[in-house]
């Protein structure tokens, strides 16, 4: 029997790896504002997510042309548990900017 079989690694392709960088959107009242006055999108994003990478991953999950990225890093908070005190995770945002006429469906609903 062969070891190479058992050690080899699955091959992630680019676009796969893409699509696992956003999370999920990101859904609040000043997100709500962004969107309404910057046609800007929130999305929550994996933490070693760079600004290219966010660029491409909305392009292609989208198919939009997105003008520009910004990106927040958020801090958890620490949180009390009985007597022992813990912290919740840190995470990060993206505030992603469309061109002119550039919209994205985030509510999933079907077009007829």
């Keep these: 029997m062969s070891t190479a079989a058992a050690t080899t690694k699955r091959v992630v392709k680019p676009s796969e790896r893409l699509i696992n960088l956003i999370v999920a959107p990101h859904v ?3 997100a709500a504002r962004a969107g309404e006055k910057h046609n800007q999108y929130v999305f929550r994003v994996r ?8 660029r491409k991953a909305v392009e292609l999950m989208f198919s939009v042309e997105v003008e520009a990225v910004q ?10 548990f009985g ?3 813990g912290k919740r995770s840190d995470w990060k945002k993206a505030y992603v ?8 469906d985030l509510t999933g609903t079907a077009k007829a």
Aim: proline share 3%.
């Design 97 to 104: 900017s469309l061109k002119a006429g550039q919209t994205i």
């Design 47 to 54: 933490r070693e997510a760079s600004k290219p990478d966010i």
């Design 83 to 85: 007597s022992s005190m």
């Design 28 to 30: 609040s009242e000043k």
């Design 71 to 80: 990106v927040v890093n958020v801090g958890g908070k620490t949180k009390r």
